[in-house]
């Protein structure tokens, strides 16, 4: 069997299209939608990906703004910034570019943040709102993995979910946005004792773990779903995940890309949860 690949950029396509008419809906009645970023130093990669959220915004019409500040910027300035943006009526969302410079404590900057612009969904609000089942805002990440598997009609139900990773932005929220679809949830992490024995009971897998291989053909039931969230480099330099895709892709039933899965389907989530927070405060002053 050749699994079939779940096209994060189609998807994407789709996902930007839907948030545009939403924004050009909004403008009408007067409101532009708005995304602050904020990076903090020169670190290479976050420049990249500020770079792709900003230009994300402006071709699905949202309005973004980019605040830059040396790597000595205190403590105490940056979460004045993030006040000035929660009082900012031009700006419904705020994300703050990680990882933050190590004299900043980042938790206490993320907490700063107003949750209804919390649109990383970092803060503390967010993940119990996920963790109770409240209105708030989802990860990213995990929250574009779930709409992979709304795309193929995906059913949960029932399922076995096995989750490699427990990070606060990934593995975690993600085991928790399968549970709440009535998946029966596994997290494996680097403790767990015999990955293989868990994964091959998995209907769907979820590597987020940062290593290359993490997830090789003799660990998958063949049929099962697998997501690679990883973001790696193989010998050659090339963008990979922790999913050995040759091998994967001829067992698993469905598998995503690197590059071209989940990647880009983070930055159309962001997108997405800056429309509905623009939209949430467009009807509570309407009301
Ligand atoms: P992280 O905070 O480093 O967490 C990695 C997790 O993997 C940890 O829970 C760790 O376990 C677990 N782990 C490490 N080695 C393991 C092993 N051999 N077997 C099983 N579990 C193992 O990373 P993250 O922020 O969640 O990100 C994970 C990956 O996703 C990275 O490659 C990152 O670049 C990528 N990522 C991609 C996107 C995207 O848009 N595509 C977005 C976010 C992240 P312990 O908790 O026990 O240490």
């Not at 995304?35 to 309005?63: I, T």
């Not at 500040?69 to 105490?76: G, H, I, K, T």
């Not at 969904?121 to 967010?126: D, E, I, K, P, Q």
């Not at 993995?145 to 990934?170: D, T």
């Amino acid at each position: 069997m050749t699994a079939q690949l779940i096209d994060g950029n189609a998807l994407s396509k789709t996902l930007r299209a839907e948030v545009a008419t939403r924004a050009a809906a909004l403008k009408a009645r007067g409101v532009v939608p708005g995304l602050a970023v904020v990076l903090v130093g020169e670190n290479p990669a976050s420049q990249v990906y500020v770079r792709n959220k900003v230009k994300a915004c402006e071709d699905s019409g949202l309005h973004s703004v980019l605040e830059k500040y040396p790597a000595d910027l205190s403590e105490a300035d940056l979460l004045a910034r993030v006040e000035a943006l929660n009082n900012d009526p031009a700006i419904h969302g705020i994300l703050v570019q990680l990882p933050l410079p190590a004299h900043i404590d980042a938790q206490k900057v993320i907490e700063a943040i107003a949750p209804a612009k919390d649109v990383d969904g970092f803060h503390v609000a967010s993940a119990g709102a996920l963790m109770t089942g409240s209105p708030g805002f989802w990860p990213c990440t995990p929250y574009g993995c779930m709409k992979m598997l709304e795309s193929i009609g995906y059913e949960l139900r029932g399922k076995h979910a096995v989750v490699i990773g427990r990070s606060n932005i990934v593995g975690k929220p993600m085991a928790l946005m399968l549970l709440a679809k009535s998946a029966t949830v596994t997290i494996c992490h680097s403790a767990t004792a015999d990955l293989g024995a868990m994964t091959r009971q998995a209907d769907v897998v979820v590597a987020a773990v940062g290593k290359r291989n993490v997830l090789t053909a003799d660990m998958v039931k063949p049929g099962a779903v697998v997501i690679d969230v990883g973001m790696n480099r193989n010998d050659e330099g090339k963008l990979c995940g922790d999913v050995d895709f040759a091998g994967v892709r001829e067992v698993a039933g469905w598998i995503t890309p690197v590059p071209g899965g989940v990647g880009p389907m983070t930055i159309t989530m962001l997108l997405v949860n800056t429309i509905e927070a623009a939209e949430r405060t467009a009807a509570a002053s309407a009301t």
